[in-house]
């Protein structure tokens, strides 16, 4: 029940800045706060893993197998004697690429796909929320081991994969913001002025959809994460030597390694874990943050 | 009603097409001669080149693109998926022995998906929040994040390691099959992956109920009396429900996604643990036919939330 | 959203005692931005201590109810110490702008102020001296759909649109009889369906709220309020939300209910029409507060407060000539309402004491009270507005 008119309460929303109320909402959220400062704890260590592995992530040492940890190597070795933190830290710029590149991919299809679905109207847009549905319809991970099948593991085709069965999130959102922002007076003014599409996407649409798509993005990276750990996991995705998370898992589904070696299992699959917890608790504070009628 | 569902069936139904033929695309662009899937291999490779210059005919090979792709499709709807390309034999056959583990997994993990979900879904929006609302918060987004093969794995260390008294792996016990071995086998798989998808559907339920409950009809049925229980029960969750029917029943293809990885971890004779196997073993035949099986749950899953929607809703039902 | 005004009856000889100050509508502790205002000894006018001049109590009787709603930029206080009086019988109407508080103050009565984000700070609620706020919950459910029953403004939204017109009705029915078994229920619905003029009412039965036409919902809405034959029915914007041609119909549905049931009507609204039509006596809300009361030929004769003078310069009348003139400026920012009289900033007769006293309602003598410093320089009436715009 909504007592209290919007009109009556705009005088009062519009002194302080959406920015600072958002902020302080998202303050509010303790989990989020916590989790972007894991998440800032996460990347770093990715940034600086030469500095602070002090091994190499590649160098075998026969002589030195599956060792548990020592002062020298503080996550143990793998099967090959390699350093695991070594490699979970590099694992981690892996995965948060992959992430992110995924993610941006998805927005920029998403905005581009949305922005004109909104503008152009008629077939064009039946079409395209047509496509969203199909692609939101399709289970993305079972796709992406059909594509692997056929044109092997790629991590580069993980990305687009990912990128393009997360775009309809991102199409409706900045849709229905478009066909909102179009209905504007102003807009209207100005396009009847001969203002162009990209004008409007640049200086009306883009800024009113930033909000409400960042949540969406930062959605979408959590998920991309977890996908590419999940096609690692399945021997799919990023492939040895090179670390992921998700490869490093693979190695330990023999029951001797779960029971003896958790060395091997826990680090990756804790900081996959993490990782995507932090990301999506960073999601739902900024979705609290951004639109509060929806917590 | 019936104008609605003609529309939606034959939108589904052209978009099922198009899928086809994306797949038919992945079978030509897959590595090799498409022969090697439509032929059986021993005949292949007993027969001579005149032999397989008629077989190419016959399979309408040397036919044109469009031709070719009737020629696919027609065999594929009537479960003609070709052969395996490793062990030669017909992929119908191997993905239907797979069929009904695939099926005894996804929709356990359902069922486990919806009794965490509902109960979850419908206290927190009830207790909107609250410490009750934030915890169920806290494990849905749980069950989004943590990468269903890590919690597998911690699983198998306490039930299987630690405290062995679950199997870790296979569907049951060929020395002593009984209903007891098999429900033992399914527990692991199915409450891993009935908890890997209860996420959505919960944050799902809690919203909508949210929305519901914020409803007009429910201060109505507040000010005839009504206490908050009959309120939620009699009013909110049959409307709150209409959503999340079709909701399920659209995601149905995701629990297949959950149920490759868990396959996977417990050597579940399932249809997703072969499209792993079958993508390291190059047999494209299979993975083919798996894309199809995708493409036709889709279809129904589709089909079917259109048609919950129309039969729940007596705004839909009735016009 | 619309606030309850006070219901004083008008027929009771009201005695003010002079030298109280008019305390009761003060804020209480906690708010800040109430300045403590201080009453004038002559402008005292307790309402809540105004004697009945017959030994009947009023069948509802609301003490200082001050309810508070919590919004992401601060509190706002949507009722702000109202009073007022509801007599067995009678209509009282209640006008007011959205947000004036009209419909919170109908919600309280009924303890269906959402909470949170809405708390009842203060004051009493009585139903024939039974305080609701003290009441159980079983209590409370008791008197809701049974001595008070009520009408919601959009009968699209407030009917659950996937259970039948019928058994919702029902439901009213079986809630308060706890022996009535469904056969008998749904007889005496489909009674009820034919009272309030919904045709075919045996087949209408089985439908569900989108088959039925506005109009028809609205039906169907007020035989829900009838059922349990209340003592008092609160009508919130009942034609609002309804076709022009179909709202005379509803307005006069309302009047026969009203007669044949005897129950005490307070009437939700914002349509002046409306009132002048239904209402024995009228009571003004502006900004969660009470700015006058009045029985309704009075009222619009003369107002006696430059709001009510507003709303009534911004209809068309049929006994007045002249044109109309909408109040000028907004409906205050509730967060941060402006100090003393919450109306100054759009007032023509605004002074410098206006902006710093706040003025409690107080009586006028004939049942009548208004909460305006200079209400008695009101004698032009409707020609404030005009006057004002001639001078801007």
């Known amino acids: 029940m909504s007592v209290i008119e919007p009109a009556v309460l705009a005088p009062e929303a519009a002194r302080r800045s959406p920015g600072r109320r958002a902020l302080r909402r998202f303050l509010r959220h303790r989990m989020a706060v916590v989790s972007a400062v894991v998440l800032l704890l996460i990347v770093l260590a990715a940034v600086f893993a030469r500095q602070i592995a002090g091994h190499d992530p590649n160098t075998t040492d026969l002589f030195a197998t599956r060792a548990g940890p020592s002062g020298d190597h503080w996550l143990g070795t793998d099967a090959t004697g390699r350093d695991v933190l070594a490699r979970l830290l590099f694992a981690g710029r892996v995965s948060l690429g992959v992430g992110v590149a995924a993610a941006l991919l998805a927005v920029v299809v998403g905005t581009v796909v949305g922005s004109l679905s909104g503008l152009l109207g008629g077939w064009v847009d039946q079409t395209a929320m047509r496509l969203a549905d199909v692609f939101m319809s399709f289970p993305s991970l079972v796709v992406m081991v059909v594509i692997a099948g056929v044109i092997g593991p790629s991590v580069t085709a993980m990305v687009i994969a990912i990128g393009l069965f997360q775009w309809p999130q991102c199409g409706r959102l900045v849709r229905g913001v478009t066909l909102a922002v179009r209905e504007q007076e102003y807009v209207q003014a100005a396009r009847a002025a001969g203002a162009g599409p990209l004008w409007l996407i640049r200086r009306h649409i883009v800024p009113a959809a930033l909000p409400p798509v960042s949540v969406v993005a930062t959605l979408a990276v959590a998920q991309a994460i977890g996908l590419e750990a999940t096609m690692s996991f399945l021997g799919l995705g990023v492939q040895p030597p090179a670390a992921s998370w998700g490869n490093m898992l693979t190695d330990a589904q023999s029951l001797t390694v779960i029971s003896t070696m958790p060395w091997l299992w826990l680090p990756p699959g804790l900081a996959v874990a993490a990782t995507v917890l932090a990301v999506n608790f960073i999601g739902d504070g900024l979705r609290d943050a951004v639109d509060p009628r929806h917590t | 009603m019936g104008a609605y569902i003609i529309r939606r069936l034959l939108i589904n139904v052209l978009v099922f097409f198009l899928i086809t033929v994306v797949i038919f695309w992945l079978v030509h662009k897959a590595p090799g001669d498409p022969i090697a899937m439509m032929v059986p291999p021993d005949q292949l490779n007993a027969g001579s080149a005149a032999f397989i210059a008629a077989k190419r005919h016959e399979l309408g090979l040397d036919q044109p693109l469009v031709v070719q792709y009737w020629h696919w499709l027609t065999g594929a709807l009537h479960g003609d998926f070709g052969y395996s390309l490793v062990n030669g034999r017909s992929v119908t056959s191997l993905l239907g022995e797979r069929f009904g583990p695939t099926i005894e997994l996804m929709g356990t993990g359902l069922l486990l998906s919806l009794v965490i979900a509902f109960p979850l879904g419908i206290v927190a929006a009830l207790r909107r929040n609250t410490r009750v609302d934030y915890a169920a918060t806290v494990v849905s987004l749980g069950s989004v994040s943590i990468p269903a093969f890590f919690i597998a794995l911690i699983a198998i260390y306490v039930f299987t390691v630690k405290f062995p008294i679950l199997p870790s792996s296979g569907i049951s016990d060929p020395s002593a099959p009984s209903l007891v071995d098999s429900l033992q086998h399914l527990i692991l798989p199915a409450v891993i992956l009935g908890f890997a998808n209860s996420g959505p559907y919960m944050r799902y339920v809690r919203s909508s109920m949210i929305t519901e409950l914020g409803a007009d009809y429910v201060r109505t049925a507040e000010a005839k009396g009504a206490t908050r229980r009959r309120v939620v029960v009699r009013h909110t969750l049959r409307n709150s429900l209409i959503p999340v029917l079709t909701y399920i029943a659209a995601n149905l293809p995701q629990q297949l996604a959950g149920a490759v990885v868990i396959e996977q971890v417990f050597a579940w004779p399932g249809m997703g643990q072969l499209a792993v196997s079958s993508v390291g073993r190059h047999d494209y035949s299979v993975i083919i036919g798996f894309a199809l099986i995708i493409a036709v749950l889709v279809l129904i899953s589709s089909l079917l939330a259109d048609v919950l929607y129309t039969l729940v809703d007596p705004r839909v039902r009735l016009n | 959203m619309t606030e309850r005004s006070e219901g004083i009856e008008d027929a009771a000889p009201v005695v003010t005692p002079p030298d109280e100050g008019g305390l009761m509508t003060e804020r209480s502790e906690g708010i800040e931005d109430a300045a403590p205002v201080v009453t004038p000894p002559d402008e005292g006018g307790l309402m809540t201590e105004r004697s009945e001049g017959t030994s009947e109590p009023p069948l509802l009787s609301i003490e200082n109810l001050v309810v508070d709603f919590a919004t992401d930029d601060g509190v706002v206080h949507a009722v702000d110490g109202v009073s007022l009086a509801v007599r067995a019988g009678e209509i009282?109407?209640?006008?007011?702008?959205?947000?004036?508080?009209?419909?919170?103050?109908?919600?309280?009565?009924?303890?269906?102020?959402?909470?949170?984000?809405?708390?009842?700070?203060?004051?009493?609620?009585?139903?024939?001296?039974?305080?609701?706020?003290?009441?159980?919950?079983?209590?409370?459910?008791?008197?809701?759909?049974?001595?008070?029953?009520?009408?919601?403004?959009?009968?699209?939204?407030?009917?659950?649109?996937?259970?039948?017109?019928?058994?919702?009705?029902?439901?009213?029915?079986?809630?308060?009889?706890?022996?009535?078994?469904?056969?008998?229920?749904r007889s005496r619905v489909v009674t009820l369906l034919r009272k309030v003029g919904v045709p075919e009412a045996e087949r209408r039965y089985g439908q569900y709220p989108h088959e039925f036409s506005g109009g028809m919902r609205q039906r169907a809405m007020i035989a829900m309020a009838i059922a349990n034959d209340p003592d008092l029915l609160i009508a919130d914007e009942p034609t609002t939300a309804l076709d022009v041609t179909i709202q005379a119909q509803v307005l006069e549905l309302l009047r026969t209910a009203q007669r044949d049931t005897g129950a005490a009507t307070i009437l939700i609204t914002h349509d002046l029409g409306v009132v002048a039509e239904l209402a024995d006596r009228v009571i003004v809300m502006y900004a969660g507060r009470i700015v006058e009361e009045a029985d309704v030929r009075s009222l619009f004769a003369r107002p006696r407060h430059p709001y009510t003078a507003g709303l009534l310069s911004s209809v068309p009348r049929a006994d007045l000539d002249g044109d109309l003139v909408s109040i000028p400026g907004s409906p205050p920012n509730m967060i941060d309402p402006p100090g003393g009289c919450a109306f100054h900033p759009r007032c023509p007769m605004a002074r410098e004491r206006c902006r710093t006293d706040r003025p409690e309602p107080y009586d006028l003598g004939d049942g009548r009270r208004s909460a305006c410093h200079y209400a008695d320089e009101l004698d032009e009436g409707l020609a404030l507005y005009a006057a004002g715009e001639e001078a801007g």
Do not use: C, W, Y
């Open chain 3, 92 to 185: 009282v109407a209640v006008v007011g702008e959205s947000g004036s508080g009209k419909s919170v103050t109908a919600m309280s009565v009924l303890g269906l102020v959402r909470t949170p984000p809405g708390v009842i700070r203060e004051g009493r609620i009585l139903l024939r001296g039974e305080d609701l706020r003290a009441a159980s919950g079983e209590r409370l459910r008791e008197i809701r759909g049974g001595e008070i029953a009520m009408i919601f403004q959009d009968p699209m939204t407030a009917l659950n649109p996937v259970m039948t017109v019928g058994r919702q009705i029902a439901e009213a029915l079986r809630l308060h009889d706890h022996d009535l078994g469904a056969d008998d229920a």
